[in-house]
């Protein structure tokens, strides 16, 4: 068992130094070149990987996860978590026999969970950069994947409302409908924002600190997306808002310069909570047993949802409140439905999934190299955090009732799909930045996606090849 440690099979490894009877770092089979393996030539001379800075990996002997796949594990938690818990709600009084586990995998969200897990894999697959486009040059902000996409957001977003391919579903005008298929625009505005703030970062870097040529025309396309969104979507209209100005600032706008934002943006506010059923929802919050029947309903039976779990839950199938008595049971209260069922050891992991995703979505940002995939990184996981930190605050009655979704678990084929697609670009910086750290890079085919491209090290022949080939 004597000799060197030459070389060894493992994604990340560091570079091999011989310790006393221990394992490599990371290491997997085969341990040494002298292991039974002197016929292979990789083994022999071969060029170690280059360091990745920095901890890229999660270890848990004898398990060690990458980044990137980490979060498709957690993501893909989330889904089956919120596939099996949706049908738990949609399971009310039933006319026939139906079994609610076996109907879950039979119908449009399961179809929907399987398309959202296909986005995220297609996004993970291919070189986030691709969003960014090619830079230099006068107008390659224009020539940007990320403007096109934002371009294509605002141009859904008018057709809900000005055309008669839009649906409106609970009052709101949200759906850009085609013939049976569906589609909620907003949902799209959160990803392709992101995208074009970053890109219009590292497009416009040498003008962002300008009031003019940089912070107005960023300013200006976020405001057109604000002002289509806002009219329905008024909680998702301040989560992206939040989003989008902590990104300009971190790209370099002035702080002054968003400080001008504040006197419209709180004219915006009053304007829309001086509506007449926003503020009952206001003074409900207040005291929602003073408006038991009407606004304050929601938060009562919320409550009584979470109160009723316990530690350890009613079981699956088994909660009362779903049964008619709370309202959007499957979607912005599908957290209470969560407590009542599973109680508050399955709520927990539900948040404690949320917790990890952003955590390794933060270390990720920390660990990119470039300022696209940093404010990528940052967008993509504030997004889904915080959008999952308000309605857990909603359902707990921790903040006034607002219409906004449990990322990845409330019902919406298109809340799945595009967050799920924004986890995969996630996923794809940190793929891309641990492949340039060993030596991969990315050519660009002149059309469609880069291709990933690995130069193979040239390695010596050992004695005993060259000895059979001479004979």
Not at 40 to 45: D, G, I, T
Not at 341 to 347: C, D, P, R, Y
């Amino acid at each position: 068992m004597g000799g060197e440690y030459e070389a060894f099979f493992a994604r990340g490894a560091m570079p091999v130094t011989k310790t006393n009877n221990r394992w490599p770092a990371r290491a997997t089979f085969p341990r040494r070149a002298g292991d039974g393996f002197e016929a292979v030539p990789a083994l022999v001379n071969a060029v170690p990987a280059a360091p990745y800075v920095g901890r890229s990996r999660f270890v848990l002997t004898p398990l060690s996860l990458s980044l990137d796949q980490l979060l498709f594990l957690i993501t893909a938690a989330l889904l089956c978590s919120g596939l099996v818990v949706v049908q738990i709600a949609y399971s009310r009084v039933r006319t026939s026999g139906e079994h609610w586990l076996m109907a879950s995998f039979n119908n449009k969200n399961a179809i929907h969970a399987l398309v959202a897990l296909l986005a995220m894999t297609a996004m993970w697959r291919m070189d986030y950069r691709w969003f960014l486009g090619k830079t230099g040059g006068r107008f390659s902000l224009l020539r940007s994947p990320a403007t096109w996409l934002t371009l294509v957001t605002i141009g859904l977003l008018v057709a809900v409302l000005a055309t008669p391919f839009g649906k409106e579903i609970n009052g709101a005008r949200r759906w850009f409908a085609l013939g049976p298929i569906g589609f909620q625009p907003s949902e799209l505005a959160k990803l392709s924002l992101v995208l074009f703030v970053a890109a219009y970062a590292v497009h416009r870097a040498d003008k962002i600190h300008s009031f003019l040529w940089g912070f107005l025309p960023v300013m200006a396309i976020f405001g057109i997306t604000a002002a289509l969104v806002v009219k329905e979507d008024f909680g998702t209209t301040v989560l992206i808002a939040a989003v989008v100005l902590l990104m300009t600032l971190m790209a370099g706008v002035r702080l002054w310069q968003l400080a001008l934002l504040i006197p419209p943006i709180g004219l915006v506010i009053y304007k829309m909570l001086n509506t007449p059923w926003r503020r009952e929802r206001l003074l409900a919050y207040r005291n929602p047993w003073a408006e038991s029947q009407g606004a304050g309903y929601h938060l009562i039976q919320s409550l009584l949802s979470i109160s009723s779990g316990g530690w350890f839950g009613l079981g699956l199938g088994n909660g009362i409140q779903k049964m008619g008595y709370l309202p959007e049971d499957n979607t912005d209260f599908i957290f209470a439905v969560i407590c009542e069922e599973l109680g508050f050891v399955g709520a927990a992991m539900v948040v404690l999934l949320f917790a990890a995703f952003v955590v390794v979505g933060w270390r990720v940002m920390s660990r990119s190299q470039n300022l696209f995939g940093k404010l990528v990184a940052f967008g993509i996981t504030a997004i889904v955090g915080l959008q999952a930190a308000i309605n857990v605050a909603v359902v707990t009655a921790s903040m006034p009732t607002k219409g906004i979704a449990l990322p990845l678990i409330s019902s919406g084929g298109t809340g799945w799909i595009m967050n799920a697609a924004a986890i995969g670009v996630l996923m794809s910086i940190e793929r891309v930045n641990r492949m340039e750290a060993r030596g991969i890079r990315a050519i660009d085919p002149g059309r469609g996606f880069p291709v990933e491209v690995q130069a193979l090290p040239v390695v010596a022949a050992l004695p005993a090849v060259n000895a059979v080939a001479a004979a």
